[in-house]
């Protein structure tokens, strides 16, 4: 049974960093495809950030540069680091791996 656990979210001021930590029971994060996702109130779902089994990642064009997906593959984590946040990227973040969804973990960006 896969399980993913979403934690380091919170509060922060816009041009502030977080990382979020996805810690994943029941598959190896080396040998799937992770993804962080986000929904903001009254919105749609939408894809942040995937890493593949082979390392390569892609990213939402509005979070190139300034958002950077990673694992960890002894701690079998994976991460999201946030930088130069937005009141924009306010929203419940979401760790996926084929079907499967975390929890989710607030980030909130105040302007």
């Known amino acids: 049974q896969v399980q993913l656990v979403e934690s380091g979210g919170g509060l922060v001021q816009a041009g502030g960093s977080l990382r979020l930590s996805c810690a994943a029971s029941g598959i190896r994060v080396s040998r799937n495809v992770m993804g962080w996702y986000r929904q903001a109130p009254g919105k749609q779902r939408e894809l942040v950030a995937q890493?593949?089994?082979?390392?390569?990642?892609n990213y939402a064009d509005s979070m190139k540069g300034r958002f950077t997906i990673s694992r960890n593959n002894n701690k079998n984590t994976v991460y999201l680091q946030m930088n130069s946040l937005k009141p924009e990227d306010t929203a419940v973040y979401y760790c996926?791996?084929?079907?499967?969804w975390g929890q989710g973990t607030q980030v909130t960006v105040s302007s």
């Open positions: 890493i593949y089994s082979g390392g390569i990642t």
């Open positions: 996926w791996t084929y079907g499967n």
